[in-house]
């Protein structure tokens, strides 16, 4: 992200890059209680552990150790955390993003396709970015929330709002890993969340004042050097500009500063060799982006919501979101279809009490990609809405933050994710299910249901799920190559947890998702005992004697399937009551 190979120019700088450890930092400044400005997403791959583990569709259940840690570390050390989101795509980065998404896409079909090839290799089939991380995200949200403040952007670039508050907040650092930041002026430090390590905390802070030096460029004129070298806004560097030298020797010479020079069809022309009124736009929406003087007249997001989820939010006030569903491949199995119509009942919980106006269509925008030869785009969702027989709350009630209030909902919440699920899960089916294991059993009711999962293997997930909750999984475990059917498996049940996640999300279950809602599955595990499970049919059946109460999508099965197993155990806590975690006990493997 940023300004492309700019990070390895000042590597090549003398003190440009140095090793920090993060926590000896804050320990030694003189700021009482020093400011650490944190980009969540960027911090996300240096806390889901290896990135060899990804092929399996990560070790989902480590996620809340790694997140809190994290802030624990800084906190203990002195720090106060202030952490920023996107809450929204910004319009000029619609077509990156999509160009970005098609390349994740095809990238993640041919590691899948060469599992066999790729997992002899150096790499072991390794998946980059953030793009399998739903699960490491909500426990970042979660301790960002808990442990910190967590702001969304929405009305500016995340970046340039992070910069924005570091310099009026007299921040000691930002930690990210995007090159933007070089580019601010500011007191504030630059710690690398690319190079950072959980386990010694040390990172390489990166000196934007070495550069603005080698460069020979006033700190106003370091936004045209980083438009016309090129950032995520506007990539389109003259030919003859072949290094970042001889980008701010242009820049000099024609004495650009922002704020000053007016960036007018001549000077676009002085400067690229051509006339083209719409790149001219984009050159200075590239530069206006380093501006951090700027005001919000009308937000996006009025204050009284803010509190509200992110996704209900983006339904509510008609801003994109986006379905992605990575690593699955569209040519076997119409997946995106399946998350649509989920997302569809979602659009219509929220828009039950909207006034229908004759001629007029509600619908709500998203990017998704409906087909494997189709690239993404935005697509009118329609909503399906609730039966007149399920009861909807306001939004403003749903997301009260009246926490007497929140709990009188609980059922009426409830009824409401049942519903989201399929019209045949009823609260009767649930109502025994203890938290720890609600959304996992809801995601397998719905992939059963729907025919994109077979009973076994669903019984498989849930034996997987359990051994994560009752600690029953080591934290070392030798990576053997996995088979495609089976990583497919793997993103098949975490795409959709993620869905269900955001059907919790929207339906006001927040208290719910900080304590019970975080994804358990290990992909790790799963693919180590696949295979010998799905035939053990004396191991299968003894090991879900005691799971048998959870097990509400059998009946999608044969008849000798959903009638297997003994009498249903003793209710365990109320689904959502307080109550004593799920039992503690090491399954004999």
Not at 138 to 146: F, Y
Not at 322 to 333: A, F, G, Q, T, V
Not at 479 to 508: D, H, Q
Request: aromatic content about 12%.
């Amino acid at each position: 992200m940023g300004i492309v190979g700019l990070v390895t120019f000042l590597t090549r700088l003398p003190g440009g890059c140095r090793a920090v450890n993060i926590v000896d930092e804050i320990r030694k400044s003189e700021k009482k209680e020093p400011l650490v400005v944190i980009d969540l997403l960027t911090i996300i791959c240096s806390l889901s552990g290896p990135i060899d583990e990804n092929i399996y569709g990560c070790r989902n259940q480590f996620a809340w150790t790694y997140a809190s840690n994290f802030c624990d570390r800084l906190i203990e050390a002195g720090a106060r955390l202030v952490f920023f989101i996107d809450g929204k795509l910004q319009e000029g980065k619609y077509k990156r993003w999509i160009q970005r998404q098609e390349k994740v896409y095809a990238e993640c079909l041919k590691k899948l396709d060469n599992i066999p090839v790729e997992f002899k290799g150096k790499h072991r089939g390794q998946i980059q970015g953030n793009v399998t991380k739903h699960s490491f995200i909500s426990a970042m949200v979660t301790a960002a929330r808990k442990k910190g403040v967590l702001i969304t952007s929405y009305d500016v670039e995340c970046d340039r709002e992070v910069a924005s508050f570091a310099k009026k907040h007299d921040a000691l650092a930002v930690i990210t890993g995007d090159s933007d930041y070089l580019i601010y002026e500011g007191k504030w430090r630059i710690w690398s969340s690319s190079d950072f390590d959980l386990d010694t905390m040390r990172t390489f802070e990166w000196d934007k004042e070495v550069l603005r030096k080698a460069l020979n460029l006033e700190w106003s004129q370091m936004p045209f050097f980083a438009a016309i070298a090129g950032n995520d806004h506007f990539k389109n560097r003259p030919s003859r500009m072949c290094t970042f030298y001889q980008v701010a020797q242009r820049v000099k010479e024609l004495n650009l500063k922002l704020g000053i020079t007016r960036i007018s069809i001549e000077l676009y022309e002085k400067i690229f060799g051509r006339r083209d009124e719409n790149q001219r736009n984009c050159f200075e929406d590239a530069i206006t982006l380093y501006d951090l003087n700027y005001t919000v007249k009308k937000p996006l997001v009025p204050q009284d919501i803010r509190h509200y989820p992110n996704y209900a939010i983006c339904i509510l006030r008609n801003i994109p979101s986006s379905i992605r569903l990575p690593c699955l491949d569209l040519r076997e199995e119409d997946y995106s279809q399946y998350a649509l119509q989920l997302y569809r009942r979602q659009v219509g919980m929220l828009f039950r009490h909207r006034p229908i106006v004759y001629g007029q269509m509600l619908t709500s925008q998203v990017f998704i990609k409906t087909s494997h030869n189709t690239p993404y785009k935005i697509v009118a969702a329609t909503p399906i809405y609730p039966p007149s027989g399920v009861k909807v709350p306001l939004p403003e009630e749903l997301y009260t933050l009246d926490a007497e209030v929140a709990s009188t909902q609980v059922m009426t919440k409830l009824r409401l994710l049942c519903w989201l699920v399929s019209d045949t899960l009823t609260m009767d089916q649930i109502f025994y299910i203890h938290p720890n294991y609600l959304l996992d059993v809801l995601t397998l009711y719905f992939l059963v249901e729907n025919n994109l999962l077979d009973v076994v293997t669903a019984d498989i997930i849930l034996i997987t799920i359990h051994d994560c909750l009752t600690n029953a999984i080591e934290r070392r475990l030798p990576l053997i190559r996995p088979r495609k059917p089976n990583v497919t498996t793997c993103f098949l049940y975490v795409n959709f947890y993620a869905m269900m996640y955001f059907s919790a999300e929207i339906v006001g279950l927040r208290k719910e998702l900080d304590s019970y809602f975080l994804c358990k599955f290990d992909g790790v595990y799963f693919n180590a005992i696949v295979d010998q499970l799905r035939y053990d049919y004396v191991q299968m059946e003894s090991t879900m004697r005691s799971l048998s109460n959870l097990r509400i999508y059998a009946k999608f099965g044969q008849p000798a399937e959903a009638d297997g197993g003994p009498a249903e155990p003793p209710a365990i806590p109320k689904c959502l009551e307080e109550g004593e975690p799920a039992a503690k006990a090491t399954r004999t493997k």
